[in-house]
Structures are given as structure tokens and as C-alpha cells.
């Protein structure tokens, strides 16, 4: 069983940047990819980052690119993600997800099998 618990969320006017952080425990961290997602009220879950288990493949979803940045310290057992340039529809609830079994790296939430309970982020105009 892996336990994931977010933080670093908060108000941040827009323009602003925020570093989330996700920490795992459990069986060995390295042996997890890793995931970022958010979801809106009224809006379905998205996918936006992932990372492979020694960070030598990141993906992004369009809605994020250039703006996000993902990466891990896998003797911290720390995921993180850097968001810069935010704006008011990055609003959401964002979480953490670790997979242990992933085969191509992905951000099809159903691949994650454990989740965090979420860190709020909020955006002011």
C-alpha cells in the first residue's frame, strides 16, 4: 500500500507561481511513475503531468505546457510540481497519484491506483 499526501496549495493572485508537493510512502518510491492531476467543481478529473520512476520521461498536457514543471527527488520520496504563470482557471483541487504497475508512461487517470486526498489551489483575478 502507498500512502500520498499533497501540499503547498493556496490563494495566489494571477500571474503567480505555486510549488506543490507530493510525498509517498510505502514500497520504494523509485519504483513508482507519478502523476499531477486537478479537478474543478462541475469538471471532470485532468490529467496534467507525469513522470517516470528516474525522471528521464515527462509528459504534459497541453493546458499546462510551458507553464508547469514536474520533477522528483527520489531520495526524498518527493514528487513536486512548479506552476508558474497561473491564471484563474488553474483553480482546483490538485492531486497527487502513484502507479506501480504503469507500462508506458500516461496521464489516463485509471492507471494510477493510489491517490492523495488533494491540495486546494486557488487563483484570484
Known amino acids: 500500500q502507498v500512502e500520498v499526501v499533497e501540499s503547498g496549495g493556496g490563494l495566489v493572485q494571477a500571474g503567480g507561481s505555486l510549488r506543490l508537493t507530493c510525498t509517498a510512502s510505502?514500497?520504494?518510491?523509485?519504483?513508482?511513475?507519478m502523476g499531477w492531476f486537478r479537478q474543478a467543481p462541475g469538471k471532470e478529473h485532468e490529467g496534467l503531468a507525469c513522470?517516470?520512476?528516474?525522471?528521464?520521461?515527462?509528459y504534459y498536457a497541453d493546458s499546462v505546457k510551458g507553464r508547469f514543471t514536474i520533477s522528483r527527488d527520489n531520495a526524498k520520496n518527493t514528487l513536486y510540481l512548479q506552476m508558474n504563470s497561473l491564471k484563474p482557471g488553474d483553480t482546483a483541487m490538485y492531486y497527487c497519484a502513484a502507479s506501480a504497475d504503469m507500462g508506458g508512461l500516461t496521464l489516463r487517470p485509471y492507471e494510477y491506483s493510489f491517490w492523495g486526498q488533494g491540495t486546494q489551489v486557488t487563483v484570484s483575478s
Open positions: 513522470i517516470s520512476k528516474s525522471s528521464d520521461n515527462t
Open positions: 510505502g514500497p520504494s518510491f523509485d519504483d513508482l511513475a
